[in-house]
Protein backbone atom coordinates (compact mmCIF):
# COMPACT_ATOMS: atom_id res chain seq x y z
CA UNK A 1 0.00 0.00 0.00
CA UNK A 2 0.91 3.44 0.05
CA UNK A 3 0.01 6.68 1.68
CA UNK A 4 -2.79 7.67 -1.37
CA UNK A 5 -4.81 4.55 0.43
CA UNK A 6 -4.80 2.35 -2.25
CA UNK A 7 -3.76 -1.21 -1.40
CA UNK A 8 -1.23 -3.04 -4.13
CA UNK A 9 -2.87 -6.20 -5.84
CA UNK A 10 -1.45 -9.71 -4.89
CA UNK A 11 -0.87 -9.95 -9.22
CA UNK A 12 0.68 -7.47 -11.41
CA UNK A 13 -1.86 -7.79 -13.83
CA UNK A 14 -5.47 -10.01 -13.18
CA UNK A 15 -6.87 -11.72 -16.47
CA UNK A 16 -9.82 -13.60 -14.68
CA UNK A 17 -12.02 -12.60 -11.92
CA UNK A 18 -11.47 -15.80 -9.93
CA UNK A 19 -7.97 -14.88 -9.49
CA UNK A 20 -6.91 -14.04 -5.73
CA UNK A 21 -6.20 -10.79 -4.99
CA UNK A 22 -6.23 -8.23 -2.13
CA UNK A 23 -8.38 -5.49 -0.75
CA UNK A 24 -8.49 -2.78 -2.55
CA UNK A 25 -9.34 0.88 -0.85
CA UNK A 26 -10.57 3.38 -1.90
CA UNK A 27 -7.85 6.20 -3.90
CA UNK A 28 -7.97 9.15 -1.84
CA UNK A 29 -6.23 11.62 -5.25
CA UNK A 30 -6.01 11.40 -8.59
CA UNK A 31 -2.50 10.95 -8.13
CA UNK A 32 -3.41 7.55 -6.44
CA UNK A 33 -5.48 6.42 -9.81
CA UNK A 34 -2.14 6.85 -11.37
CA UNK A 35 0.36 4.85 -8.72
CA UNK A 36 -2.65 2.25 -9.17
CA UNK A 37 -2.86 2.63 -13.01
CA UNK A 38 0.39 2.20 -13.31
CA UNK A 39 0.86 -0.82 -10.64
CA UNK A 40 -1.92 -2.69 -13.18
CA UNK A 41 -0.86 -2.29 -16.69
CA UNK A 42 -3.87 0.46 -16.59
CA UNK A 43 -6.64 -2.21 -14.99
CA UNK A 44 -7.81 -1.90 -11.37
CA UNK A 45 -9.17 -4.87 -9.25
CA UNK A 46 -12.29 -4.02 -7.92
CA UNK A 47 -14.79 -6.56 -6.03
CA UNK A 48 -12.52 -9.11 -8.04
CA UNK A 49 -13.48 -8.19 -11.66
CA UNK A 50 -11.47 -6.93 -14.26
CA UNK A 51 -11.64 -4.20 -16.26
CA UNK A 52 -11.30 -0.39 -17.49
CA UNK A 53 -11.14 2.09 -14.82
CA UNK A 54 -14.02 4.37 -15.38
CA UNK A 55 -16.78 6.67 -13.31
CA UNK A 56 -20.53 4.54 -12.59
CA UNK A 57 -21.88 7.54 -14.33
CA UNK A 58 -20.66 6.55 -17.58
CA UNK A 59 -22.74 4.17 -20.06
CA UNK A 60 -20.87 1.29 -20.67
CA UNK A 61 -21.31 -1.39 -23.11
CA UNK A 62 -22.96 -4.56 -21.09
CA UNK A 63 -19.35 -6.23 -21.81
CA UNK A 64 -17.27 -4.12 -20.07
CA UNK A 65 -17.46 -4.05 -16.39
CA UNK A 66 -17.66 -0.97 -14.74
CA UNK A 67 -15.30 -0.24 -11.97
CA UNK A 68 -14.80 1.86 -9.41
CA UNK A 69 -14.54 5.81 -9.32
CA UNK A 70 -11.30 7.47 -8.51
CA UNK A 71 -12.97 9.52 -5.83
CA UNK A 72 -14.19 6.18 -4.25
CA UNK A 73 -17.04 3.70 -3.75
CA UNK A 74 -18.03 0.56 -2.42
CA UNK A 75 -19.76 -2.23 -3.59
CA UNK A 76 -23.34 -3.15 -2.46
CA UNK A 77 -25.49 -6.32 -2.63
CA UNK A 78 -27.37 -7.45 -5.57
CA UNK A 79 -24.61 -6.40 -7.47
CA UNK A 80 -24.87 -2.96 -7.19
CA UNK A 81 -22.20 -0.64 -6.79
CA UNK A 82 -22.29 2.94 -4.61
CA UNK A 83 -20.17 5.87 -5.64
CA UNK A 84 -19.37 8.11 -3.29
CA UNK A 85 -19.59 10.96 -5.16
CA UNK A 86 -21.42 9.97 -8.53
CA UNK A 87 -24.11 7.40 -6.84
CA UNK A 88 -25.37 4.37 -7.77
CA UNK A 89 -24.07 2.20 -10.90
CA UNK A 90 -24.92 -1.35 -11.41
CA UNK A 91 -22.40 -4.09 -11.85
CA UNK A 92 -23.02 -6.72 -14.74
CA UNK A 93 -21.84 -9.63 -13.18
CA UNK A 94 -22.72 -12.79 -12.86
CA UNK A 95 -23.14 -14.16 -9.30
CA UNK A 96 -19.45 -15.54 -8.63
CA UNK A 97 -18.31 -12.25 -8.95
CA UNK A 98 -20.93 -10.47 -6.45
CA UNK A 99 -19.86 -13.46 -4.12
CA UNK A 100 -16.31 -11.80 -4.57
CA UNK A 101 -17.66 -8.34 -3.89
CA UNK A 102 -19.12 -9.33 -0.65
CA UNK A 103 -15.80 -10.80 0.56
CA UNK A 104 -14.37 -7.57 -0.82
CA UNK A 105 -16.25 -5.59 1.38
CA UNK A 106 -15.32 -7.57 4.08
CA UNK A 107 -11.37 -7.40 3.43
CA UNK A 108 -11.95 -3.30 3.03
CA UNK A 109 -11.26 -1.99 6.41
CA UNK A 110 -14.23 0.31 7.67
CA UNK A 111 -12.33 3.92 8.14
CA UNK A 112 -11.46 3.08 4.08
CA UNK A 113 -15.42 2.84 3.35
CA UNK A 114 -17.31 5.88 5.18
CA UNK A 115 -20.93 5.35 5.95
CA UNK A 116 -23.57 7.08 4.58
CA UNK A 117 -24.09 10.46 5.23
CA UNK A 118 -20.30 9.94 7.32
CA UNK A 119 -16.98 10.64 6.81
CA UNK A 120 -18.03 11.28 3.25
CA UNK A 121 -16.77 15.32 3.76
CA UNK A 122 -15.57 17.40 1.02
CA UNK A 123 -16.37 14.66 -1.70
CA UNK A 124 -20.52 14.54 -0.59
CA UNK A 125 -20.25 18.24 0.04
CA UNK A 126 -19.23 19.30 -3.12
CA UNK A 127 -21.91 16.47 -5.14
CA UNK A 128 -25.15 17.68 -6.55
CA UNK A 129 -28.64 17.47 -4.57
CA UNK A 130 -29.55 14.60 -7.17
CA UNK A 131 -26.83 12.59 -6.62
CA UNK A 132 -26.91 12.75 -3.03
CA UNK A 133 -30.20 11.74 -3.20
CA UNK A 134 -29.37 8.78 -4.96
CA UNK A 135 -26.87 7.96 -2.56
CA UNK A 136 -29.36 8.24 0.19
CA UNK A 137 -31.96 5.74 -1.86
CA UNK A 138 -30.37 2.59 -2.75
CA UNK A 139 -31.32 0.77 -5.79
CA UNK A 140 -32.96 -2.99 -5.84
CA UNK A 141 -31.77 -5.54 -7.15
CA UNK A 142 -32.57 -6.48 -10.41
CA UNK A 143 -34.54 -9.78 -10.38
CA UNK A 144 -33.43 -12.92 -12.58
CA UNK A 145 -35.27 -13.81 -15.25
CA UNK A 146 -37.31 -17.11 -15.10
CA UNK A 147 -37.31 -19.42 -17.50
CA UNK A 148 -40.85 -19.98 -19.29
CA UNK A 149 -43.18 -22.81 -16.98
CA UNK A 150 -43.30 -26.51 -18.82
CA UNK A 151 -47.08 -26.83 -20.78
CA UNK A 152 -50.08 -27.74 -18.55
CA UNK A 153 -52.26 -30.42 -19.20
CA UNK A 154 -54.77 -28.26 -20.43
CA UNK A 155 -52.90 -27.08 -23.03
CA UNK A 156 -52.44 -30.32 -23.97
CA UNK A 157 -56.44 -31.09 -24.27
CA UNK A 158 -56.53 -28.05 -26.20
CA UNK A 159 -54.18 -29.21 -29.09
CA UNK A 160 -51.90 -26.64 -28.49
CA UNK A 161 -49.07 -29.59 -28.54
CA UNK A 162 -48.50 -32.62 -30.87
CA UNK A 163 -49.47 -36.31 -29.46
CA UNK A 164 -45.95 -36.89 -29.61
CA UNK A 165 -44.95 -34.24 -26.71
CA UNK A 166 -43.64 -35.97 -23.93
CA UNK A 167 -42.70 -39.44 -25.15
CA UNK A 168 -39.34 -40.25 -25.91
CA UNK A 169 -37.36 -40.54 -28.67
CA UNK A 170 -36.37 -44.28 -29.63
CA UNK A 171 -33.66 -45.85 -29.04
CA UNK A 172 -30.75 -45.22 -31.94
CA UNK A 173 -32.65 -41.73 -32.69
CA UNK A 174 -31.13 -38.54 -31.67
CA UNK A 175 -33.66 -35.58 -31.32
CA UNK A 176 -34.01 -32.63 -29.58
CA UNK A 177 -36.08 -33.13 -26.36
CA UNK A 178 -37.47 -29.35 -26.10
CA UNK A 179 -37.39 -25.63 -27.33
CA UNK A 180 -34.65 -23.42 -26.68
CA UNK A 181 -34.83 -20.17 -26.00
CA UNK A 182 -32.90 -18.98 -29.53
CA UNK A 183 -36.26 -20.83 -31.41
CA UNK A 184 -38.71 -18.51 -29.97
CA UNK A 185 -39.52 -16.97 -33.49
CA UNK A 186 -39.77 -20.40 -34.93
CA UNK A 187 -42.00 -21.66 -32.41
CA UNK A 188 -44.00 -18.52 -32.65
CA UNK A 189 -44.35 -19.20 -36.14
CA UNK A 190 -44.97 -22.94 -36.05
CA UNK A 191 -48.11 -21.87 -33.51
CA UNK A 192 -48.95 -19.84 -35.99
CA UNK A 193 -49.36 -22.24 -38.39
CA UNK A 194 -50.94 -24.70 -36.20
CA UNK A 195 -53.72 -22.14 -35.37
CA UNK A 196 -54.54 -21.27 -39.21
CA UNK A 197 -54.87 -25.42 -39.75
CA UNK A 198 -57.18 -25.81 -36.69
CA UNK A 199 -59.85 -26.79 -38.90
CA UNK A 200 -57.77 -29.43 -40.70
CA UNK A 201 -60.26 -29.12 -43.77
CA UNK A 202 -57.02 -29.49 -46.80
CA UNK A 203 -57.33 -32.37 -48.61
CA UNK A 204 -53.89 -34.35 -46.61
CA UNK A 205 -56.61 -34.40 -43.61
CA UNK A 206 -58.99 -36.21 -45.38
CA UNK A 207 -57.74 -38.29 -48.43
CA UNK A 208 -53.83 -38.31 -46.90
CA UNK A 209 -52.23 -41.08 -45.44
CA UNK A 210 -53.88 -41.30 -42.14
CA UNK A 211 -56.91 -41.91 -43.55
CA UNK A 212 -56.18 -44.77 -45.90
CA UNK A 213 -56.05 -47.17 -43.38
CA UNK A 214 -59.10 -49.51 -42.16
CA UNK A 215 -58.71 -48.77 -38.58
CA UNK A 216 -60.92 -51.79 -37.95
CA UNK A 217 -58.53 -54.41 -39.70
CA UNK A 218 -55.90 -57.02 -38.23
CA UNK A 219 -52.81 -54.30 -37.13
CA UNK A 220 -50.75 -55.94 -40.21
CA UNK A 221 -53.38 -55.29 -42.67
CA UNK A 222 -53.60 -51.78 -41.70
CA UNK A 223 -49.95 -51.30 -41.68
CA UNK A 224 -49.89 -52.71 -45.32
CA UNK A 225 -52.89 -50.45 -46.31
CA UNK A 226 -50.86 -46.87 -44.73
CA UNK A 227 -47.64 -48.66 -46.87
CA UNK A 228 -49.35 -48.82 -50.06
CA UNK A 229 -51.05 -45.29 -49.96
CA UNK A 230 -48.22 -43.27 -48.92
CA UNK A 231 -46.02 -45.52 -51.64
CA UNK A 232 -49.06 -44.66 -54.14
CA UNK A 233 -48.98 -40.90 -53.05
CA UNK A 234 -45.31 -39.78 -54.71
CA UNK A 235 -45.96 -37.40 -57.27
CA UNK A 236 -49.64 -37.49 -57.22
CA UNK A 237 -52.71 -35.72 -55.68
CA UNK A 238 -53.82 -36.99 -52.80
CA UNK A 239 -57.51 -37.42 -54.53
CA UNK A 240 -56.01 -39.91 -57.12
CA UNK A 241 -54.10 -41.71 -54.60
CA UNK A 242 -57.82 -42.33 -52.11
CA UNK A 243 -59.38 -43.55 -55.33
CA UNK A 244 -56.73 -45.65 -56.11
CA UNK A 245 -57.15 -47.07 -52.43
CA UNK A 246 -60.45 -47.51 -52.74
CA UNK A 247 -60.05 -49.57 -55.57
CA UNK A 248 -57.70 -52.04 -54.46
CA UNK A 249 -59.65 -52.03 -51.42
CA UNK A 250 -62.75 -53.24 -53.42
CA UNK A 251 -62.09 -54.99 -57.01
CA UNK A 252 -58.95 -56.92 -55.10
CA UNK A 253 -59.71 -60.95 -53.97
CA UNK A 254 -58.73 -60.69 -50.92
CA UNK A 255 -59.17 -57.24 -50.07
CA UNK A 256 -56.18 -54.90 -49.86
CA UNK A 257 -53.83 -57.31 -48.15
CA UNK A 258 -50.05 -58.69 -48.51
CA UNK A 259 -51.08 -61.71 -49.93
CA UNK A 260 -53.65 -60.70 -51.96
CA UNK A 261 -51.35 -58.38 -54.03
CA UNK A 262 -48.35 -61.30 -53.84
CA UNK A 263 -51.28 -63.02 -55.83
CA UNK A 264 -52.39 -60.26 -58.40
CA UNK A 265 -50.98 -59.73 -61.87
CA UNK A 266 -49.22 -56.89 -62.50
CA UNK A 267 -51.44 -55.60 -65.11
CA UNK A 268 -54.76 -56.10 -62.51
CA UNK A 269 -52.48 -53.79 -60.20
CA UNK A 270 -51.93 -51.75 -62.77
CA UNK A 271 -54.98 -51.11 -64.06
CA UNK A 272 -56.81 -50.68 -60.66
CA UNK A 273 -54.66 -47.78 -59.62
CA UNK A 274 -54.32 -46.16 -62.69
CA UNK A 275 -54.48 -42.90 -63.00
CA UNK A 276 -51.62 -42.88 -60.27
CA UNK A 277 -48.11 -41.42 -61.59
CA UNK A 278 -46.01 -44.02 -63.16
CA UNK A 279 -48.68 -46.57 -62.79
CA UNK A 280 -47.03 -49.49 -64.31
CA UNK A 281 -43.56 -49.35 -62.17
CA UNK A 282 -45.77 -48.59 -59.29
CA UNK A 283 -47.30 -51.76 -60.06
CA UNK A 284 -44.54 -54.07 -60.34
CA UNK A 285 -42.84 -52.80 -56.68
CA UNK A 286 -46.05 -53.07 -55.01
CA UNK A 287 -46.12 -56.91 -55.69
CA UNK A 288 -42.64 -56.80 -55.32
CA UNK A 289 -42.78 -54.79 -51.57
CA UNK A 290 -45.86 -57.36 -50.56
CA UNK A 291 -43.56 -60.54 -51.83
CA UNK A 292 -40.92 -59.41 -49.29
CA UNK A 293 -43.03 -58.92 -46.35
CA UNK A 294 -44.87 -62.08 -46.60
CA UNK A 295 -41.51 -64.00 -47.35
CA UNK A 296 -38.65 -62.20 -45.17
CA UNK A 297 -40.94 -60.52 -42.57
CA UNK A 298 -43.91 -63.29 -41.93
CA UNK A 299 -46.86 -60.66 -43.50
CA UNK A 300 -45.80 -58.05 -40.99
CA UNK A 301 -44.85 -54.58 -42.28
CA UNK A 302 -41.52 -53.87 -40.57
CA UNK A 303 -42.02 -51.32 -38.07
CA UNK A 304 -38.32 -49.54 -38.37
CA UNK A 305 -37.68 -46.59 -41.08
CA UNK A 306 -34.42 -48.19 -42.06
CA UNK A 307 -36.00 -51.80 -43.05
CA UNK A 308 -38.57 -50.10 -45.36
CA UNK A 309 -36.27 -48.20 -46.92
CA UNK A 310 -34.63 -51.89 -48.07
CA UNK A 311 -38.34 -52.22 -50.14
CA UNK A 312 -38.24 -51.08 -53.71
CA UNK A 313 -39.46 -47.76 -54.28
CA UNK A 314 -39.49 -46.58 -51.03
CA UNK A 315 -37.43 -44.01 -49.66
CA UNK A 316 -36.89 -41.63 -46.53
CA UNK A 317 -40.16 -39.88 -46.60
CA UNK A 318 -42.07 -42.70 -46.91
CA UNK A 319 -40.83 -45.08 -44.18
CA UNK A 320 -40.58 -42.14 -41.88
CA UNK A 321 -44.40 -41.50 -42.63
CA UNK A 322 -45.38 -44.84 -42.56
CA UNK A 323 -43.73 -45.46 -38.70
CA UNK A 324 -45.25 -42.44 -37.45
CA UNK A 325 -48.70 -43.41 -38.40
CA UNK A 326 -48.67 -46.76 -37.67
CA UNK A 327 -46.55 -47.22 -34.49
CA UNK A 328 -46.59 -43.30 -33.23
CA UNK A 329 -43.31 -42.91 -32.55
CA UNK A 330 -41.85 -41.24 -35.39
CA UNK A 331 -37.83 -42.35 -36.17
CA UNK A 332 -37.80 -38.88 -38.10
CA UNK A 333 -39.49 -36.27 -40.49
CA UNK A 334 -41.04 -37.01 -43.61
CA UNK A 335 -40.15 -33.99 -45.96
CA UNK A 336 -41.98 -33.60 -49.44
CA UNK A 337 -41.81 -30.66 -51.90
CA UNK A 338 -44.63 -28.68 -49.52
CA UNK A 339 -42.37 -28.68 -46.12
CA UNK A 340 -39.10 -28.36 -48.18
CA UNK A 341 -40.64 -25.40 -49.56
CA UNK A 342 -42.19 -23.68 -46.93
CA UNK A 343 -38.80 -24.44 -44.43
CA UNK A 344 -37.04 -22.73 -46.88
CA UNK A 345 -39.04 -19.55 -47.35
CA UNK A 346 -39.07 -19.02 -43.67
CA UNK A 347 -35.82 -19.53 -43.31
CA UNK A 348 -35.40 -22.46 -41.16
CA UNK A 349 -33.46 -24.46 -43.07
CA UNK A 350 -31.27 -23.74 -46.04
CA UNK A 351 -31.29 -26.72 -48.69
CA UNK A 352 -31.38 -28.49 -51.86
CA UNK A 353 -32.93 -31.10 -51.61
CA UNK A 354 -36.03 -33.38 -49.18
CA UNK A 355 -33.12 -35.04 -48.00
CA UNK A 356 -31.09 -32.61 -46.85
CA UNK A 357 -34.29 -30.39 -45.54
CA UNK A 358 -34.94 -33.28 -43.37
CA UNK A 359 -31.75 -33.15 -41.43
CA UNK A 360 -31.43 -29.95 -40.52
CA UNK A 361 -35.43 -29.75 -39.89
CA UNK A 362 -34.54 -32.88 -37.04
CA UNK A 363 -31.95 -30.85 -35.25
CA UNK A 364 -34.17 -27.65 -34.92
CA UNK A 365 -37.58 -29.07 -34.09
CA UNK A 366 -38.03 -30.54 -30.94
CA UNK A 367 -39.34 -34.66 -30.75
CA UNK A 368 -42.68 -33.57 -29.64
CA UNK A 369 -43.59 -31.45 -33.03
CA UNK A 370 -41.75 -34.26 -35.14
CA UNK A 371 -45.42 -36.06 -35.65
CA UNK A 372 -47.15 -33.19 -36.67
CA UNK A 373 -45.22 -30.92 -38.70
CA UNK A 374 -45.86 -33.05 -41.82
CA UNK A 375 -49.39 -33.30 -41.54
CA UNK A 376 -49.52 -29.05 -41.16
CA UNK A 377 -46.68 -28.04 -43.95
CA UNK A 378 -48.18 -30.11 -46.33
CA UNK A 379 -52.00 -28.96 -45.39
CA UNK A 380 -50.45 -25.31 -45.65
CA UNK A 381 -48.97 -25.59 -49.04
CA UNK A 382 -52.10 -27.36 -50.58
CA UNK A 383 -54.23 -24.43 -49.10
CA UNK A 384 -51.83 -21.49 -49.97
CA UNK A 385 -52.23 -23.27 -53.72
CA UNK A 386 -56.10 -23.93 -53.87
CA UNK A 387 -57.83 -22.00 -51.00
CA UNK A 388 -55.97 -19.08 -50.98
CA UNK A 389 -59.18 -17.10 -50.04
CA UNK A 390 -60.25 -19.57 -47.26
CA UNK A 391 -56.73 -19.17 -45.83
CA UNK A 392 -56.85 -15.42 -45.75
CA UNK A 393 -60.47 -15.25 -44.06
CA UNK A 394 -58.40 -17.70 -41.35
CA UNK A 395 -56.17 -14.95 -40.68
CA UNK A 396 -58.77 -12.99 -38.66
CA UNK A 397 -59.47 -15.91 -36.50
CA UNK A 398 -56.21 -16.48 -34.69
CA UNK A 399 -55.01 -14.73 -32.27
CA UNK A 400 -52.49 -12.68 -33.93
CA UNK A 401 -54.32 -11.83 -37.54
CA UNK A 402 -51.09 -9.43 -38.56
CA UNK A 403 -48.56 -11.98 -38.02
CA UNK A 404 -50.81 -14.41 -39.70
CA UNK A 405 -50.94 -11.97 -42.81
CA UNK A 406 -47.15 -11.28 -42.66
CA UNK A 407 -46.23 -15.65 -42.54
CA UNK A 408 -48.09 -15.97 -45.75
CA UNK A 409 -46.80 -12.84 -47.39
CA UNK A 410 -43.69 -14.75 -46.54
CA UNK A 411 -44.82 -17.75 -47.76
CA UNK A 412 -45.69 -16.26 -51.77
CA UNK A 413 -49.37 -16.12 -50.78
CA UNK A 414 -51.92 -14.18 -52.72
CA UNK A 415 -52.78 -11.35 -50.52
CA UNK A 416 -55.55 -9.63 -52.93
CA UNK A 417 -57.60 -12.83 -53.00
CA UNK A 418 -61.16 -12.78 -52.99
CA UNK A 419 -63.89 -14.67 -52.27
CA UNK A 420 -66.07 -15.23 -55.28
CA UNK A 421 -69.50 -15.18 -53.45
CA UNK A 422 -69.29 -11.94 -51.88
CA UNK A 423 -66.24 -10.55 -53.31
CA UNK A 424 -64.34 -9.48 -50.11
CA UNK A 425 -60.82 -9.69 -49.33
CA UNK A 426 -58.27 -9.23 -46.37
CA UNK A 427 -58.75 -5.39 -46.33
CA UNK A 428 -62.60 -5.66 -45.55
CA UNK A 429 -62.21 -8.24 -42.77
CA UNK A 430 -59.78 -6.72 -41.20
CA UNK A 431 -61.62 -3.33 -41.33
CA UNK A 432 -64.81 -5.42 -40.01
CA UNK A 433 -62.83 -7.25 -37.23
CA UNK A 434 -61.24 -3.80 -36.30
CA UNK A 435 -57.57 -5.02 -36.94
CA UNK A 436 -55.68 -2.00 -37.13
CA UNK A 437 -52.26 -3.63 -37.28
CA UNK A 438 -53.71 -5.61 -40.07
CA UNK A 439 -54.94 -3.17 -41.87
CA UNK A 440 -51.84 -0.73 -41.55
CA UNK A 441 -49.80 -4.03 -43.33
CA UNK A 442 -52.40 -4.77 -46.10
CA UNK A 443 -52.79 -1.11 -47.36
CA UNK A 444 -49.00 -0.91 -47.51
CA UNK A 445 -49.25 -4.00 -50.26
CA UNK A 446 -52.67 -3.85 -51.50
CA UNK A 447 -55.58 -0.85 -53.12
CA UNK A 448 -58.69 -0.48 -51.22
CA UNK A 449 -61.66 -2.08 -53.29
CA UNK A 450 -65.63 -2.88 -53.32
CA UNK A 451 -67.38 -5.98 -52.90
CA UNK A 452 -69.76 -7.28 -54.59
CA UNK A 453 -72.48 -5.15 -53.38
CA UNK A 454 -70.19 -2.29 -53.66
CA UNK A 455 -69.28 -2.10 -50.55
CA UNK A 456 -65.64 -0.22 -49.40
CA UNK A 457 -63.62 -1.65 -46.45
CA UNK A 458 -64.80 1.39 -44.70
CA UNK A 459 -68.44 1.16 -45.32
CA UNK A 460 -68.36 -2.25 -42.98
CA UNK A 461 -65.48 -1.07 -40.59
CA UNK A 462 -65.70 -1.51 -36.48
CA UNK A 463 -65.60 2.41 -35.28
CA UNK A 464 -61.53 2.12 -34.34
CA UNK A 465 -60.59 0.79 -38.23
CA UNK A 466 -63.17 3.22 -39.64
CA UNK A 467 -61.05 5.83 -37.57
CA UNK A 468 -57.92 4.40 -38.87
CA UNK A 469 -59.03 4.89 -42.69
CA UNK A 470 -60.49 7.54 -42.55
CA UNK A 471 -57.24 9.14 -41.31
CA UNK A 472 -55.01 7.13 -44.28
CA UNK A 473 -57.92 8.59 -46.59
CA UNK A 474 -57.21 11.86 -45.39
CA UNK A 475 -53.10 11.69 -45.36
CA UNK A 476 -53.16 9.67 -48.74
CA UNK A 477 -55.11 11.71 -50.21
Known sequence: SSGSGIQRCSRARLTAPRQSHEAVAAPRSRRGLAQGARWQGGRRCAAGAVGRASCTRRTLRPAVLRQRCWRGGEPLRGGSWRCWSHGLGKLPVPAVRLEQAEAHQAL???????AEGRGMGKQLQSAPRHVRKRIAKPAAPTPLRKRPAAASAAARRKGKLSSAAGKAPPAGVEARCEWRRSDAKRRQELEIIRELRGKWDAPVDSLGTEAMGDSDAPREVYAFQVLVAVFLSSQTR?????????????????????????????STLARLIKPVAFYNVKAQN?????RTIVDDYAGAVPTAAEDLCRLPGIGPKMAH???NVTTGRPEGIGVDV???????????VRSRDPEETRIQLEALLPYSEWASVNLLLVGLGQQLQHARARLLRRCFEVARPAEALRLLGRLGADLAAREKETGQGALHWAAAGGEVPALRFLLGRLRPHRDSAGRWPWDVAAPSAGEFLERSRRAHG
Open 338 to 348: HVHRICNQLGW
Open 286 to 290: MKSIA
Open 238 to 266: DEATAAAVRRLKQRLPGGLTAQAVRRARD
Open 321 to 323: IAV
Open 108 to 114: VPTAAMP
